[in-house]
């Protein structure tokens, strides 16, 4: 008599024959629960660094959308920290531009050497320039000196300028025609005066934008070749400065020895401008003048000198300091927004812990590491961080856009701006995500299963 065998369906064979089957009529057949997304996960026959970071980086993602309104609300802080800290750099970064740039339209390798400052009975000083003791002889003993390339004379007095019925009170300087190159002036139309007409004192006149704009532009006459008067002599315009803004183009300028005989007859300079061949020999050039001038004014060793020399670079270094001061200050007050936001994460991800302990406990004992869990939340924690820090930063450079288009200064974005908001995310993860990933990679996976949901 035979033995019966139960006949098994041909459908188990298979399935049998083929596990993966199994897991693809399962997942036809019913939809996929919360725990068997877990399952999904964590069931994996090789443990390539790659795939469990996908995995992980997977079940980030979820949790935070499945709480997406506490996720941005807890991502709020780090907006408003970044936003701040972005807003403050493209603030101090457009007044360091603007600053920059004026520097450069006035020369930052110009030394400008100035008349000594008088001084009361009481030894109290006048102010500098309040005494005239620069002269030719001084700017000539500064043209031959080393890492010179030129020099001018400068002879400023204020007059008023006329043209038919329009009239207009500016600064006329008598200088020669380095000051061109010097203070680098650029023309909209005409020519600048030559060395010939500074020589024969010829009364010619280059209008800076201002004066051009005051005196012609209710006639629409063009300038070039008109005739205007100033401190009771006719010139002839030969040029028209192109605008240079930060309040220079208020001026005239004509030949040297036209001004020192038709408008300051006296032998004397009000200044003496020197360019110097880089901004590095700014300070060996100052020396050399010093030098010079002090020879010229036979000043026994010793004797205070009754001239003085400055240059934009000074001014420059001063500032740059000054700005580096404020930028660390407004970025050092801003932070406190950062520290604020990174505990609000920690806090969050406390929470978060906490009422996950279960879902920790399932993935542990079907075989996640505590590496994986840490870095599960790690990840949490740095997607968090990092929205944050994108929104903050388009925030940030919205609000700093705004705030230096009013002021009139140039909008900067430097490399350090973009990289910031994601070294500090990082650092912030670091900071304040560590600890609550470490706290869920240690606990105890038992007691992790004994608790409820």
């Known amino acids: 008599m035979s033995r019966l065998t139960p006949s098994r369906p041909k459908g188990l064979v298979h399935a049998r024959a083929n596990p993966s089957a199994v897991q693809r009529v399962e997942r036809n057949a019913l939809p996929a629960t919360p725990l068997e997304t877990v399952f999904s996960q964590m069931r994996v026959s090789t443990r390539r660094p790659g795939r469990m970071l996908g995995a992980s980086f997977g079940s980030a993602t979820e949790a935070l959308w499945a709480n997406r309104l506490r996720s941005l609300l807890t991502a709020l802080g780090i907006i408003i920290g970044i936003a701040a800290v972005i807003g403050a750099l493209t603030l101090t970064q457009g007044v360091t531009a603007l600053f920059n740039n004026t520097v450069a339209n006035l020369g930052a390798n110009t030394v400008y050497v100035l008349p000594g400052a008088a001084r ?188 003085q020399t400055v240059s934009f670079s000074q001014y420059l270094q001063r500032f740059q300091a000054a700005s580096n001061i404020l930028t660390l200050l407004l970025v050092g007050i801003a932070s406190i927004s950062l520290t604020v936001g990174g505990i609000g994460i920690m806090n969050i991800m406390l929470v978060s812990v906490t009422e996950r302990t279960r879902e920790i406990g399932i993935r542990m004992s079907i075989g996640a590491r505590r590496s994986d869990i840490r870095n599960q939340f790690l990840i949490e924690a740095l997607l968090l961080c990092l929205v944050g820090g994108v929104i903050g930063l388009a925030l940030g450079l919205a609000v700093g856009g705004v705030m230096v288009y009013i002021f009139g200064m140039p909008f900067v974005v430097t490399p350090t701006t973009v990289l910031l908001p994601v070294l500090v995310s990082v650092a912030i993860t670091v900071v304040f995500g560590l600890y609550p990933a470490v706290r869920a990679a240690r606990l105890d996976p038992i007691e992790a299963l004994r608790t409820e949901e």
């Not at 061109?180 to 800076?208: H, K, P």
């Open 120 to 307: 009361s009975s009481g030894g109290a000083s006048q102010g500098s320039s309040s005494v005239q003791t620069l002269t030719v002889r001084d700017a000539q003993s500064i043209n031959g000196l080393p890492h010179v390339t030129a020099q001018t004379p400068v002879i400023t007095v204020s007059e008023q300028t006329v043209f038919g019925k329009q009239n207009w009170n500016t600064q006329v300087e008598g200088a020669n025609i380095s000051i061109q190159t010097i203070q680098g002036w650029n023309l909209a139309e005409g020519a600048w005066f030559s060395d010939l007409d500074d020589s024969s004192g010829r009364a010619v006149a280059v209008l800076g934008d201002t004066v051009m704009h005051n005196l012609f532009d209710n006639t629409g006459t063009d300038p070039i070749g008109q005739t205007i008067r100033m401190g009771g002599q006719l010139f002839k315009i030969s040029g028209v400065i192109a605008a240079k803004g930060s309040g220079q183009d208020d001026v005239v300028f004509v030949p040297f020895n036209t001004a020192r005989i038709s408008l300051n007859n006296i032998t004397t300079v009000s200044q003496i401008l020197v360019s110097t061949d880089s901004t590095s020999n700014v300070n060996v050039v100052q020396t050399e003048i010093s030098t010079a001038v002090r020879k010229n004014h036979h000043l026994a060793a010793g004797a205070t000198d009754d001239f």
